[in-house]
């Protein structure tokens, strides 16, 4: 499928990816090591995918979406060896360090589906996933570039759908829209809760939480405050 092609989801809505695909060109051994590993541990989907054949031994099974330079999927890949991670990124820059991170660590819990996020969402089984993390998504800031936030009722009924009961969705994010825009959105489904232990505890790390290259970058340029949500599966 091309970039320019709408991915059809379940709900027969259309929806386009909008985003930058290349990065920095690779040097010799880091090209090789992708080269070699990826289609080891790259997902191609041909129809609906089972997650639990590409882990048939995982206890549980966790997505990151827009994982980026791969800190906080190669981290908690390497905390939880029982647990089978899917990591969903199309910036070849950000697949490249993800694959380098899994050679240099030897993860195997980890396979990586390098398009659109939501066509591996609408390829999944129901309730099949345990916990799925979206780690400052693009902020598309403008108003008019709104609809291209990863957010929307079309990819929260997904989430709703492969998400567990008993499971969580994790958002953060430094934009105070984009954070407003996911509780509005969230707050209108009846699968997702948001009951936080406290007020502004939502500012608070996740547990072990490490900041991500994205995070470190918002915090150079100002932004000094995260929102950390998780939002339960009812
Ligand atoms: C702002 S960056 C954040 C990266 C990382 N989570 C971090 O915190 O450093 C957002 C990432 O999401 C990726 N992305 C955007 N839309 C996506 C989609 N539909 N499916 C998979 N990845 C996507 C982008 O390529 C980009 O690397």
């Not at 939880?80 to 050679?103: N, S």
Request: hydrophobic share 40%; proline share 7%.
């Amino acid at each position: 499928m091309s970039d320019h092609e709408l991915p059809k989801t379940r709900t027969g809505e259309a929806r386009a990816f909008f985003g930058r695909r290349s990065g920095k060109k690779l040097h010799g051994g880091q090209q090789a090591i992708v080269e070699n590993l990826l289609p080891q541990v790259e997902i191609k989907l041909e129809g609906a995918l089972d997650p639990k054949s590409l882990f048939p031994d995982a206890a549980r099974i966790v997505i990151e979406i827009g994982y980026g330079g791969g800190e906080h999927l190669a981290r908690k890949a390497a905390e939880a060896p029982d647990t089978g991670f899917i990591g969903c990124e199309v910036f070849t820059g950000g697949i490249g360090k993800m694959v380098q991170a899994m050679h240099a660590a030897n993860l195997t819990n980890v396979r990586l589906f390098t398009d659109d996020a939501l066509k591996l969402l609408v390829s999944l089984p129901d309730a099949a996933i345990d916990e799925v993390y979206l780690l400052y998504p693009d902020p598309w800031p403008k108003t008019r570039h709104h609809k291209r936030r990863f957010v929307s009722p079309t990819t929260l009924a997904e989430l709703a759908r492969v998400i567990r009961p008993g499971g969580f969705f994790h958002f953060a994010s430094d934009i105070d829209d984009y954070a407003d825009w996911t509780l509005a959105h969230i707050l209108r489904t009846t699968e997702f809760s948001f009951a936080p232990g406290a007020p502004g505890s939502w500012h608070e790390p996740y547990p072990g939480w490490k900041p991500t290259r994205y995070e470190q970058k918002a915090r150079r340029e100002g932004r000094m405050k995260s929102f950390y949500f998780s939002f339960p599966r009812a």
